[in-house]
């Protein structure tokens, strides 16, 4: 199995979401009728941590002890093929069965990717080696962490699209994380995502500097669209 | 997509499997190295409950709004092809993500299983209608009831090895349930299982009757293999 | 504090209403923009319960030691008042905290609803005393059992908007439970939930009815809005 | 290590206390500052149960594999002696590490306690073999049940104080359980409980008998001692 | 609805409590027989933290799709007010329903109160924009974060008792955070907590100091009270 | 009861694992047949520790009010005792009941392990005070903290095998924790997991090197034990 190329967004597009927060995102994609794109139950392994880039997916099983799975299996595996195609800026997102399960990612698989570049990892279940993992620069969201292997997991598929944190991924769609959380914004999306998502910052700023000025809260918020032609401060 | 037709067990190894427990079958398969077939977080809709039979599998993932999924859709899903393959025997196992998902299983969707008196579903899941449900004779494992549909999922294959409960399912492997929970039988090793759990079976009876006639704990238990071909009692 | 009379829904729509499962009101209300409704964490003390009226609501806050609450703050509290006030076919709509609290709902306390006929009681805690509860016809819902009183809880207004399960109940709201769990149909929605949802009945029963004659389930499911006025079987 | 005597109550009082719910025993041991008895997770196999008796402890810590433990290390452990020494009507009370353990109980275990006319089981952790432990007489309370013996359990000691459910338990303390769940009498309070806990539920009867005669419920609730003198009805 | 004053403590006593763990804060207001202040669930956002001062209260409930609620009827509503009321040093406290909710709460709002200098906020519920949120000074405790604003709450009071992370809160009294969680003074004990806690902190501080110089552990502690008088060391 | 001195391991093997990995530990344990040694639920007070020693063990059960339990008993307890015991290096490995119990350690306790400068404390249960434990240079792994001493727990012995985070802990045994978790090695296969510890983290060295000079992750992963001899970079 050959792994697909990825649609990678513009550079620019990809830039301007870096600016806007998660739930900035997800107040937009609301506003779009899109709601069902938060990831439960995984979170960033250290704070302060901004990920954004697309989605390179990848589908784990568990393994059970009557199939053989060696090492010369793993070495042929869609996880391997999976970092030889990853392009700097492409986020992993990988489906291993949520916080029970561990998925095959420790280490030197995680620095498999970052070694590629890769602007971060979303992980739908527990790493392990994660002294060493919190010092690459890559980030990792996760569901938590452990020393063991078990219960084992095998990678299936690379490229498909995937369930991870309780939301559809697919293959290319923007994969946006922050401190509050992961969100997927759907590759068709990013663009008006972007505009509008740069818009809301701006006004919310707004929002704040006139709070910092003194003006009631109620005069700040909700914030309002016509301040992107009048300024409010 | 055509669902392909499953090996079934033959009757005689299906009727023996019915006669030991999932307790009994879990000791066994571990006697054979194979201890990763636990579903976890799955139970009877009902009690005194007892299901056994080859898995039909069905994959869901969940919707998102960007993505147009039509009552056209659903009728030409994999699930109601699965539905027209199903014999009567067969056990439909379906991953729908977990104790946090509705998977698109209710009355209706149930009944076209049971009409075709499947012996049974494991649904990894939580459905909804269980008023109804409860009134099937066709048993039904899952991890919740709820009356919504969300969060919603579409089901996307058939006939694939699924993760189910935590652990692998490929169709033909033999499916088991009772009040303990559901365990998974490789299919290759169902033979074996039949054999050595009608025997293990059947020294716990040894042991049990030696017990009610008065016997100390300790010379009742743990039973020994030996009484297969000298009753103790 | 004088408890409001609420305004009852007309018989016939409570009637209505019990023909539907809790699962079909959930679907209507959906098609009419109305989803924050179904109660989370809150099941039937017994199973193969049904319950429908209009919500009586209680709310409660937590004790803390340096208040006194004595016997006859007890005997003169709303949750008094509100037993006084209730009528046959009432709900009780209790929000307690949540499942880490106790309510100050045992078998004498519930028994004095029950007496007034009211038609059920919604607890938004765990209860104690149900091995007597369970003797009782008027069905209970709660998050759970427990012999203790703590922590301990007081009733401090009755007649209010309250939070339960999750969700907002307002007095007079329906609220319907049955195995699925508890849903709240706002009462200005009453009369067209109890209209449509029986017409949604009717053609689920269709479908069912179909599956039992042997057509496949894609012919069955999902039902078509147009047997209402030809029936497909 | 042999299995000391317990002293068991007095007939009169265990009787007694067979007649008072686990809430009325609780608050009685409130009344006495006795608060900590409550155990915290347990409940019962079956609905409907009420169990009464003298505990008799037993006490587990988990096996790991390079401690060799043999078939014959289990015949000559404190469970096999324990059950030598249960008496009829004795609780057995098991600490075997709360609800992630299975603890060395399936039904043969068992059946060797229900056989010496125990008069129930109190088992924190899971049992296997449900199935066959539900058609037995003997009440048993756990935390779950599931098809596996791992994690694994050994027993190390019986007649000893443990921790069960969160509470202390000392060999001969009464254990009583119901459908609320189940709690501790410290043995030198059995007595006092018995006496007060059936005051208790005769004035909580009048109150009951109050309400179902038309009493107001803040007249019939909370009930008063002086009815014990001067019956209210 | 105009938002009363609250009676705000001495200047002193809120400085002495600032140098008083809640820990020892717990342990003096249990010697008075006052032990149900402990919020469950809620910890600080960002570690080292400590937070001191009166309540301002909030009130929120659950938004159903049936009620209109306008960016006017926030402007209007109870939170803005409070805003408007929050004086240097107060305690911004939320009950807005526990870890499934999000509470209108982002970061435009907190810097609503964190510009008026308050000494912190705890929000019985989950925030979002946490990467700006965790750049203010004023702490903030809460369940957790997340990017969305589903399930929506209405603030519908400010200025009345709450229940938040379990506990009573009323107007006006202290509430204090550290790294082991937030408590609740009863305004009433402030200054007698203030008075004990100090003498706690100070032979506690005799007792580490003891064990510093080598002291054996049985000898430093417990401490006693005498040493206030008779310093050993 | 006097306790027992504990035999430690060589020097030189006690800093041959601190140059290990808990993940790396647990490997070598598993390929050696020892799997059940991983803690469940137990993690670093702070994040970026590393801890290894022998185990010093000390047991706690819960307190009930019936039984009194003074200063001076504390002061004559075991876990009094243990302290005088320890000695630099040790590992404070306690059973106090899991997550849900407060365990008789707060910053006077655990400054009494630290002045004799214990290598760490492993805490099944919560710990409170913790504003001032993190201060402290030896690492603490506990379940959470709180405020307050609820519910209690009393040492009953020391230098006895103990369940901790779900494994048996035998007095000696090395104990050792990261910012994955903490694992137990059992005292007779310290010397072995040490070596063989040791030869996996120099391959994973060089895998993780190969990566970083540019090698594929399938030619870098799963390393070889033949670069021992041959190293590939």
């Given at each position: 199995m050959k792994i697909m190329k990825i649609k990678r967004p513009p550079k620019r597009v990809n830039e301007d979401i870096k600016e806007i927060s998660t739930a900035t995102a997800w107040s937009v994609l609301g506003s779009l009728?899109?709601?069902?794109?938060i990831m439960r139950g995984i979170f960033p392994l250290k704070p302060n941590t901004k990920m954004v880039g697309p989605a390179q997916t990848l589908y784990y099983l568990p393994l059970r002890e009557d199939k053989e799975y060696t090492a010369e299996d793993l070495r042929k595996s869609a996880a391997m093929r999976l970092a030889e195609e990853t392009k700097p800026g492409d986020v992993i997102v990988v489906?291993?069965?949520?916080?029970?399960y561990y998925g095959g990612m420790g280490d030197v698989m995680i620095t498999g990717f970052a070694v590629k570049k890769a602007a971060g990892m979303v992980f739908d279940g527990v790493i392990r080696d994660s002294p060493y993992v919190r010092t690459l620069e890559m980030p990792v969201f996760c569901c938590g962490v452990q020393p063991?292997?078990?219960?084992r997991n095998m990678p299936v598929a690379a490229d498909v699209m995937v369930r991870c944190g309780g939301v559809l991924v697919c293959p290319g769609d923007i994969v946006m994380g922050d401190d509050d959380g992961v969100i997927v914004i759907p590759k068709e999306k990013a663009e008006q995502v972007a505009e509008l998502g740069l818009e809301r910052e701006k006004i919310e700023k707004y929002s704040r500097r006139l709070l910092e000025s003194g003006k009631p809260l109620n005069y700040a918020?909700?914030?309002?669209?016509e301040w992107l032609d009048n300024p409010p401060i």
């Open positions: 009728g899109i709601k069902s794109v489906d291993s069965g949520g916080p029970g063991s292997t078990t219960p918020y909700p914030p309002k669209r």
